[in-house]
């Protein structure tokens, strides 16, 4: 089965940076896209980016465009999330996940998922 490590979380000032990043253990037709989704308490967990591990194709949520960079290095096997210009909106608990082959942005679908790693972006 795939496995995900979620590292780089932190504590920045808004308008700050971070960059997030998921170490996948194979790429496979199990992790055919890898996205990350961030959930606060209480709320669902929300689709932020994913992209395509064979086609790099990429998509962003409407609140981050912009601002977040979802990229992929495939032979470190490791997915990247850049983050700028931070707001006090995106302090959550962030996670990689292996997709179903395809970017659904559904939590519900994810076939594994990462650890999380915390962003808090303080105001």
């Known amino acids: 089965d795939v496995q995900l490590q979620a590292s780089g979380g932190g504590l920045v000032q808004a308008g700050g940076s971070l960059t997030l990043s998921c170490v996948v253990s194979?790429?496979?037709?199990?992790?055919?896209?890898i996205g990350w989704f961030r959930e606060t308490p209480g709320n669902e967990r929300e689709a932020v980016s994913c992209i395509g591990t064979t086609d790099g194709e990429k998509s962003y949520a409407t609140s981050v465009k912009g601002r977040f960079t979802i990229s992929i290095d495939t032979a470190k096997k490791t997915v990247y999330l850049q983050m700028n210009a931070l707001e006090s909106e995106d302090t959550a608990r962030y996670y990689c996940a292996a997709e179903p082959g395809w970017c659904s942005g559904k939590a519900s679908m994810q076939r594994a998922w990462g650890q999380g790693t915390l962003v808090t972006v303080s105001s």
């Open positions: 194979e790429f496979t037709f199990n992790s055919k896209a």
